[in-house]
């Protein structure tokens, strides 16, 4: 059964550097997501993606974020100047009808 | 914007017993709840959703209800097992397949043995 994927799985990086997470959505899908999940807290949502540009996002998707996808097949979430409070669980979700499927995520810690 | 309130936080049942978990939206227009659970350090995985156009969906040992006039919908977990121990998230989506989901706030489920 396909499967969305993410790397890395965990990424250190030190404040005000710029990470990029990276995920391989179900291949027929059209839609994306990002959600974090600050440890021991919900599911919130970041940004929504179709057609090559952004649906939606939320508060938390300030000037700091940004989301491409550059291929066919990847789609990325890139943090400019990270801070303290970005270290969480970055989810990437992605479907094509109601179901949303995530991927197992990356834990980003920020020192 | 949607909110979506769950309770309770944490539940412990014994082996065998159900355990319920309620949640309430806000969001009359939204009309996809699904259920998720998550292990620890794990993706959410969904169990169980049901569409606004229907009452009531069963699968095994999962249900799950719907009051769209209350807005509050139901999980059930009939005759649990210790592998249900997990992290259960109610989620609410709003009109549109591009449509977010917005989280409860988690039942962390112990099934005691």
């Known amino acids: 059964e396909p499967e969305v994927t993410q790397t890395p799985s965990h990424q250190v990086t030190q404040m005000g550097q710029e990470v990029i997470l990276r995920c391989v959505p179900i291949s027929n899908h059209l839609y994306f997501y990002w959600y974090r999940q600050i440890l021991g807290q919900k599911v919130e949502f970041l940004v929504s993606f179709y057609n090559n540009e952004i649906s939606e996002k939320s508060e938390i998707f300030d000037d700091q974020f940004s989301v491409e996808r550059p291929d066919g097949s990847n789609f990325t979430l890139k943090i400019r100047s990270t801070k303290l409070e970005d270290s969480a669980m970055y989810f990437c979700a992605s479907n094509t009808w109601e179901t949303q499927y995530f991927g197992p995520g990356t834990r980003l810690l920020v020192l | 914007g949607e909110n979506v309130e769950q309770h309770p936080s944490t539940l412990s049942v014994q082996e065998g017993d159900s355990a319920v978990i309620k949640c309430t939206y806000s969001?009359?227009?939204?009309?996809?709840f699904p259920w998720y659970k998550q292990e620890l350090g794990k993706r959410p995985q969904l169990i169980i959703d049901?569409?606004?156009?229907?009452g009531e969906k069963k699968d095994q040992r999962i249900a799950v209800t719907l009051n769209k006039t209350a807005k509050h919908f139901s999980l059930h977990i009939t005759e649990t097992q210790p592998e249900d121990s997990a992290v259960y998230f109610c989620a609410a989506r709003g009109t549109g397949t591009a449509s977010k989901l917005t989280f409860g706030t988690g039942t962390r489920l112990q099934v005691t043995l």
């Open positions: 969001d009359s227009a939204s009309n996809y």
């Open positions: 049901i569409r606004s156009n229907v």
